[in-house]
């Protein structure tokens, strides 16, 4: 400990030491040197500083003794003078997942690297931490718990689980409300309390660090990618320790109708006739209980409603998301809007194959979709979709995602049913 500690000194007296109570864990250099490759891995062994930078995300990392001015967000990594880092200049960075949204960046505030050779040019240290730092913000699209669980949740999993709760959590663009509804995975991930930046303006230091978070795919894991050797089977299994989900599976399931849950969306594609939905599905034989958004904000208390159903049923959109919570084997079933086939698909169907679930799609027609009869069936909303895409995303969201509602064909819905039936008795047997 002595050692790194020693590159932090420059005679501060009213520094205070935390994270003191720790075990040995493993070397910090291997920690970090999971988080880059080829020749962003040979760099950091070579300086000890590397960024890893693909399509989605930029994450930057150091095992040298760094520290965080939390009045300016600058982060100083100390350097020798004969080392190469003194070569690099400054780099910006946004600590935000997806790096290709330039719209949502606007809303993650930059952190600026700054690596100092000359000790007595850097801030003192008021608190020094045994442990390194990951660097990430809350800024960016947060409110929607698709938006969340993607970009922030997921991302902070890969590039954090393999310290197991070793690091600290250093979070800018700070939301409470958001640190709250999520600090059981905070927990779970990290033994310490969060830092907050704009509450805390002090000069925390610590035995190195990371910036920003590791994006794999949409709402998913890739044991081949950084870190290697997680999947959405691990980070399920994370999210049923840390809410103490009881159901693995959903053969485990008990009760004489299989609980369907049905996502009752209260604006925009909304089901129009959603009343006779749920008597339908009783008639098939479902236990069914409807959910509004405002119930799924508290999800220490809803993870575990989640999890003791067979199915899950919902219009694209962000509720469906709790298909995280679900037992391996339940069913997802998304209805998918009028014109919505391609993000109903990969944001939702793709991740549920990943999650082990069985996953159906309820692909409504024209006429099911309140714009048939606002448009007619002559107007390029109904008849050419891709020219509405055409004129981009502003657009077509004004359309397809904020103003379509759904009144449900009862007949081939419950053909749809009847097949999800089939599915829950192959798994937990008949009822």
């Given at each position: 400990?002595?050692s790194w500690?020693d ?8 520094r ?5 109570s ?7 250099e ?7 490759r080829d ?13 890893h ?21 600058e ?7 004969d080392?190469?880092?003194?070569n ?41 931490h ?39 959590f250093?979070?800018?663009?700070h ?13 779970g ?8 930046p ?5 000069v ?6 990371v ?30 320790q ?12 008990s ?5 369907v ?17 749920v008597e339908m599905m ?9 959910t509004t ?5 508290n999800?220490?208390k809803?993870s575990?409603?989640v ?5 899950i ?7 469906l998301?709790n ?8 069913v ?6 009028f ?8 944001f939702?169907?793709?991740?549920a194959?990943?999650m ?9 027609e024209?006429?099911e ?18 020219s509405?895409f055409?004129q ?23 053909d ?5 039936k089939k599915?829950?008795?192959?798994k937990?047997?008949?009822?």
């Amino acid at each position: 400990m002595g050692s790194w500690r020693d590159g932090l000194s420059n005679n501060n007296k009213s520094r205070v030491i935390v994270d003191e109570s720790i075990e040995e864990m493993e070397p910090l250099e291997l920690l970090m040197g999971r988080l880059v490759r080829d020749e962003d891995h040979t760099q950091l062994e070579r300086t000890g500083f590397a960024c890893h930078t693909d399509l989605h995300s930029k994450v930057c990392l150091t095992n040298n003794p760094t520290r965080i001015n939390n009045t300016n967000l600058e982060f100083y990594i100390s350097t020798n003078n004969d080392s190469q880092q003194n070569n690099f200049s400054p780099i910006l960075i946004h600590p935000y997942a997806r790096q290709e949204d330039k719209i949502t960046l606007r809303d993650v505030t930059p952190l600026q690297i700054i690596f100092q050779p000359n000790k007595t040019l850097l801030p003192l240290c008021q608190f020094i931490h045994n442990v390194p730092v990951l660097i990430f913000s809350t800024g960016g699209f947060t409110g929607n718990l698709f938006h969340e669980f993607d970009e922030t949740i997921i991302p902070l999993f890969i590039t954090s689980y393999h310290f197991q709760t070793r690091v600290r959590f250093l979070i800018t663009d700070h939301k409470t409300w958001w640190v709250q509804k999520y600090n059981r995975i905070l927990s779970g991930l990290s033994r310490f309390n969060v830092v907050n930046p704009a509450e805390d303006g002090s000069v925390h230091c610590f035995n190195g660090g990371v910036i920003g978070l590791k994006f794999h795919n949409i709402l998913s894991l890739n044991n081949t990618d950084i870190p290697g050797g997680y999947s959405m089977s691990d980070f399920r299994s994370f999210l049923r320790q840390t809410y103490n989900l009881k159901v693995n599976n959903v053969s485990e399931l008990s009760g004489k109708k299989p609980m369907v849950m049905l996502i009752s969306r209260q604006t925009s594609r909304r089901f129009m006739n959603e009343g006779e939905m749920v008597e339908m599905m009783k008639e098939v034989g479902f236990e069914v209980m409807t959910t509004t958004p405002q119930r799924m904000s508290n999800l220490d208390k809803f993870s575990s409603v989640v999890n003791l159903c067979s199915v899950i049923i919902g219009a694209h959109g962000a509720g469906l998301t709790n298909e995280v919570f679900l037992a391996n084997g339940a069913v997802v079933v998304q209805v998918v809007p009028f014109g919505l086939d391609w993000p109903s698909t990969y944001f939702f169907g793709k991740p549920a194959a990943e999650m082990e679930l069985q996953y159906l799609e309820y692909k409504i027609e024209a006429k099911e979709s309140s714009l048939w009869d606002k448009y007619g069936e002559n107007h390029p909303v109904i008849r050419d979709p891709e020219s509405i895409f055409a004129q981009g995303y502003f657009a077509s969201r004004a359309i397809y995602i904020d103003e379509q509602n759904l009144k449900i064909n009862l007949t081939r819905f419950r053909d749809t049913m009847i097949q999800v039936k089939k599915l829950i008795e192959e798994k937990r047997g008949s009822w």
